[in-house]
Every structure is written in C-alpha cells, then in structure tokens.
C-alpha cells in the first residue's frame, strides 16, 4: 500500500509555447493522480501577486483541495512565496504553516501534516529552492531540521530545488535521501533533474518518475515529478495519459 506524492512547478501557467493557459496545467495535475502535491510559481510575480492558477478553477475542475497555508503572500494570491499544496478529498489535513528561507531573494516553503483516512500522519514540506548554492544550502540546513524534528513520524521535502549537481548543495541533509526521478527541464526536451525529493529513513519510495506527456510538455517549463511512497497506508493510483 503506497501513497503517490507528486511535484509539479508551474511556471506562472506560461507554457512553453508563451501561452498562459491554467486550464490545461490543471490537467496535467488531474492526470498525475497524485493524493498529495505541491506546486511552485503558483501566483504571478509582480504587484499583489495574484493566483495564476486560480482557486475557482481546482474547485470546478479537479478532486483537490487547496490547503491554506499560513502566512499567505497576499490576499489574492494562492500560496505562500508562489507555492501551494493540493490534497485529495478525504485526505485529513492537521497543520499547514508557511516556512520562511533564508537567502538573498525571498524564499520559502510550506509544512504540511497529513494522513489518509487510514494512514498514519506524515510530514511534507514543499519547496522552490534559491538559485545561489550558498543561500540552497542554508535554506537546506532549515529544511533538513524540520524534517528532523518530524520524528518519529514519516517525512519528505518535495519540489524545485534549482540544484544541476547531483553530489553538490546537499551536505546538509546527512541521514537523508535524495532521489532524482528524471530530468524535468526544459519541458520540451529536458536534462536537467531540478525537481526532487528528499525522504527519511522512516519513508521508502517503491516507484517514481516524472510524468511526460504532449500536453505536459506544453503546459509548464517543467515536467512534473512523482513517487509512492510507502509507509503511509493508502492504495496509489495509477498515471492516466
């Protein structure tokens, strides 16, 4: 019994063919079939920062929730620092909190605890990490003692962590696991593995991968990522596209 966790950076909905379309980026996440995924560039850049993915819209059109994430970046934005968590429905939510990054641009990235109906409750935190190493490896140290401090429950971190080393700017996460499902950017014709996932000892990944797709490859500058994960006790479901 797994639990599929899936990443996907959304590039502000901008597609790879310069077309801002939420729509069909909301297919792509429909089409994963992940229970739990956290998303970055959710909100647009400038001004208030407003929802490029609009919450209307994961309402009408898909089976996920949109977990709250507090502080927010604004009042019409979707997330925190332009990221944001999306849950089936029935998954049980317990806490979500915003996590301030250190570094020289504004960063951050969302805590979440949560279950299935039957499963056991498990930490994830989403990130979009900074493009300096320097500040990635602060921001890492910070990552890796909320992770810690999960204990004695499952943990994971998850997203895009602008990192094209697959040895540097982890040092870290000693006790961790870093695993690289594939290469993910550019979209169209992609070789650089920048989305990730960091597990504990207490987490194992059965099987993982990035969902490539036509669409996929139109919708976003990213491939999205995934993994089942077990020790969490829900079924995974399968990839549709």
């Not at 970055?40 to 929802?51: F, H």
């Amino acid at each position: 019994m797994t639990l599929r966790i899936a990443s996907y950076n959304l590039h502000k909905c901008v597609g790879t063919d310069r077309r801002r379309d939420p729509a069909r980026v909301l297919e792509v996440i429909n089409q994963i079939g992940a229970d739990v995924i956290a998303l970055q560039e959710v909100d647009l850049r400038l001004g208030a920062r407003p929802a490029a993915l609009p919450a209307s819209l994961i309402a009408a059109q898909s089976d996920y929730i949109r977990l709250e994430a507090h502080p927010r970046t604004g009042p019409d934005s979707l997330g925190w620092h332009g990221q944001a968590i999306l849950v089936k429905r029935g998954m049980r939510v317990l806490s979500i909190d915003g996590l301030t990054l250190p570094g020289l641009e504004p960063r951050g990235a969302i805590v979440a605890r949560v279950s299935a109906e039957t499963g056991q409750p498990f930490t994830l935190i989403g990130a979009h990490l900074g493009l300096r190493r320097m500040d990635r490896r602060a921001q890492w140290r910070k990552i890796a003692a909320e992770l810690a401090s999960a204990a004695p429950a499952p943990a994971l971190a998850i997203g895009d962590f602008n990192e094209w080393q697959n040895a540097r700017g982890f040092e870290a996460l000693t006790g961790f696991h870093v695993h690289s499902p594939g290469a993910t950017y550019p979209a169209r014709l992609p070789f650089g593995k920048l989305d990730r996932i960091v597990t504990c000892g207490r987490l194992r990944i059965v099987h993982m991968g990035v969902f490539d797709s036509p669409l996929a490859r139109r919708a976003s500058d990213h491939l999205p990522i995934w993994a089942d994960c077990a020790g969490i006790l829900t079924p995974a479901r399968p990839l549709r596209g």
